[in-house]
């Protein structure tokens, strides 16, 4: 992975929240969930944007079921913002689903149910 500083942001379309990724130097010095009532601010301010139709997708991409092209192909993921940067920082693919693996790494994966209840109680939607 080349060495580069970004701020990226992850959009659950269905759900309306996003997932923030500040890195400097090719160190992440920030990941965190974002709700949807900041959403609309990081939109603004991030270089690449990453809208993924829904949760299930996010599944897939998570598990490692479906490609990143794939998706992009059958319109379940849109990709916005700097293209010359994303492209240098890593093939927009093995970014994606980098960042997506990482959220999901050693993590317990939820339902959809599940994962709606947990951003409910926690005034993230």
């Not at 942001?9 to 010095?29: F, M, N, P, R, S």
């Not at 990143?68 to 890593?90: N, P």
């Amino acid at each position: 992975m080349a060495v580069y500083t970004a701020t990226e942001l992850i959009i659950l379309k269905d759900l309306g929240i996003g997932v923030w990724q500040y890195t400097v130097d090719g160190e992440i010095k920030e990941l965190r969930l974002i709700p949807k009532n900041q959403l609309k601010t990081l939109e603004g301010n991030a270089e690449i944007i990453y809208y993924i139709e829904n949760y299930d997708v996010m599944i897939r991409i998570c598990n490692g079921e479906d490609s990143f092209v794939g998706m992009v192909i059958d319109g379940s993921i849109d990709v916005k913002g700097d293209m010359r940067k994303l492209k240098r920082i890593q093939a927009p693919s093995e970014r994606m689903e980098t960042i997506m693996r990482n959220l999901c790494k050693q993590a317990i994966i939820l339902t959809r149910e599940q994962y709606i209840r947990f951003l409910a109680e926690h005034n993230y939607i």
